[in-house]
């Protein structure tokens, strides 16, 4: 259900934890769509130039673009040479590069890598949540992440086992997301929405009732299995089995 949603405001960005143990790190791909709060696009892979790729392409291919988005990232490498490769000019692509110490932010660089000076204002100006460049609704999504789910938890004994489990976990968090969970900044008077009903995807507030049974009751498949057990018997343990004869078969053996 997440297509032809508009992409306006988009910030990407990716989330680290590992699997089973610290030696197999494995990274989350995070992206949201500002101005509706959608999450749009998450991957769980490698941090690598195939798997960025594979998320904002998925992203791209699925929304509409409206004008010239404006997309933010941190300074990962790849997301540049992403970008620039999938749509080109068609945007405004800038970096949120956060230098920290003793885990405090102590200089923001803001970098314009694609785009025009004049676009950027023009994009910043028509924005109506960003008044300066930030990246600070996907750092706002990471956090909702990571407290909704035990295996994504920074100080957690929960992690996953296995990348299928993760993945499957991920995609339930988000369905729940977009979907059912109501967004504190999306309240209009007495209503609050949630990011689906803000894009314009649905009407209401969904539960995992109506989501599950969204295009009718689907099927339950039953895998059957048929397990054949032979029973190898020993020469030894079949002398030992007790026999019965009917008195007709006594009478035979007799004879």
């Known amino acids: 259900m997440l297509r032809d949603f508009e992409i306006v405001e988009l910030q990407a960005d990716e989330l680290y934890t590992f699997i089973g143990s610290k030696s197999r790190p494995i990274w989350l791909f995070a992206t949201i769509e500002v101005c509706s709060r959608l999450w749009v696009g998450s991957l769980v892979g490698r941090r690598s130039y195939r798997n960025t790729k594979t998320v904002l392409h998925d992203v791209i291919l699925r929304g509409r673009l409206v004008g010239f988005p404006l997309i ?41 890598k694609i785009g025009t000076a004049r676009r950027l204002r023009g994009a910043l100006l028509e924005s109506e949540d960003s008044e300066t460049l930030n990246t600070s609704f996907v750092e706002r999504l990471n956090l909702t992440i990571r407290q909704g789910s035990a295996y994504l938890r920074r100080w957690s004994p ?48 969904l539960s995992f009732r109506n989501i599950f049974t969204a ?33 007709l078969d006594q009478e035979r053996l007799a004879a």
């Open 215 to 247: 295009h009718g009751r689907s099927p339950c498949l039953f895998e059957v299995l048929r397990v054949s057990v032979t029973v190898h018997l020993m020469h030894s343990d079949a002398t030992e089995l007790p026999r019965f004869y009917s008195p």
């Open 158 to 205: 929960c992690h996953a086992r296995c990348e299928n489990q993760l993945r499957g976990h991920v995609e339930l968090l988000r369905c729940h997301y977009n979907f059912v969970r109501p967004h504190r900044a999306l309240k209009f008077g007495r209503e609050t929405r949630t990011p689906a009903m803000q894009a314009g995807l649905v009407n209401n507030r």
């Open 72 to 112: 933010a990232t941190d300074g990962f490498e790849y997301f540049f040479a992403v970008i620039g490769r999938l749509m080109g000019h068609a945007c405004v692509y800038c970096q949120v590069i956060k230098m920290r110490r003793n885990n405090r932010v102590i200089r923001v660089e803001r970098r314009l």
